[in-house]
């Protein structure tokens, strides 16, 4: 399996809040505010339309140096040359996609709650794991709910990156940065704002000081954000 060293933020391009014509220009505001990853989510285009728009972003990002990963369609990123691919668990399996994409792209696993699925999808060759809801989230109210202390118990577990995701703010993210979050997966606290290089930089700051205890940090939840 390829380490990857992830630090940061993580913008997640859901076209659902992004009008087409202004993908590029948004997602572009999210790699000057200081994105290091991008995953693209469109559920709904026609294959065409998606093929355009990841052509174009895969330019972008690699402009920026960084890598440029599709939710769930392991076909259509090994099609595009994207550097890799993000499954829920419903998805296909990840051994599936490592033999699709091979060895060289990213594969990134939802665990939700779950430290026992997230050491699974390390052992089948998962690059990074993913962790949340930790906060309400417009995007998916109904997810599961994933506690601060999940990240500690898996940074000591788990020899992959830790991605936490849902209802994540500037504010609220320092906790999960301080109990051992690589990146933090952002929807709508980028893509719903109407700066989104401003709010970018808000949280790339959280990766050049973070809280040092996660018992005094700022906790504000509110209902902004995201869950891929």
Do not use: W
């Amino acid at each position: 399996m390829m380490k990857i060293a992830m630090h940061g933020l993580y913008a997640i391009a859901d076209t659902a809040l992004i009008e087409g014509n202004e993908l590029l220009q948004r997602v572009r505001e999210a790699l000057r505010g200081g994105a290091r990853m991008v995953q693209y989510r469109h559920k709904s285009a026609i294959d065409n339309t998606r093929r355009e728009e990841l052509r174009a972003l895969r330019e972008l990002c690699r402009a920026y140096g960084a890598p440029l990963l599709i939710n769930d369609d392991v076909a259509l990123a090994r099609e595009v040359d994207a550097d890799g691919v993000h499954l829920g668990k419903e998805d296909v399996a990840i051994h599936e996609a490592r033999a699709a994409l091979g060895a060289g792209k990213l594969i990134g696993a939802s665990c939700y709650n779950d430290l026992r699925l997230a050491q699974s999808a390390a052992n089948e060759g998962a690059n990074y794991v993913a962790f949340g809801s930790f906060y309400d989230s417009s995007i998916k109210p109904g997810a599961v709910r994933a506690s601060p202390m999940l990240l500690t118990a898996a940074r000591r577990q788990l020899d992959v990156p830790l991605v936490a995701i849902g209802g994540i703010t500037a504010k609220n993210g320092a906790l999960l940065v301080a109990a051992g979050a690589d990146a933090l997966a952002v929807i709508s606290g980028l893509f719903a704002q109407i700066n989104t290089e401003a709010a970018a930089r808000r949280y790339a700051r959280l990766f050049e000081n973070p809280v040092e205890d996660p018992a005094h940090a700022d906790e504000e939840p509110q209902h902004q954000e995201d869950l891929t």
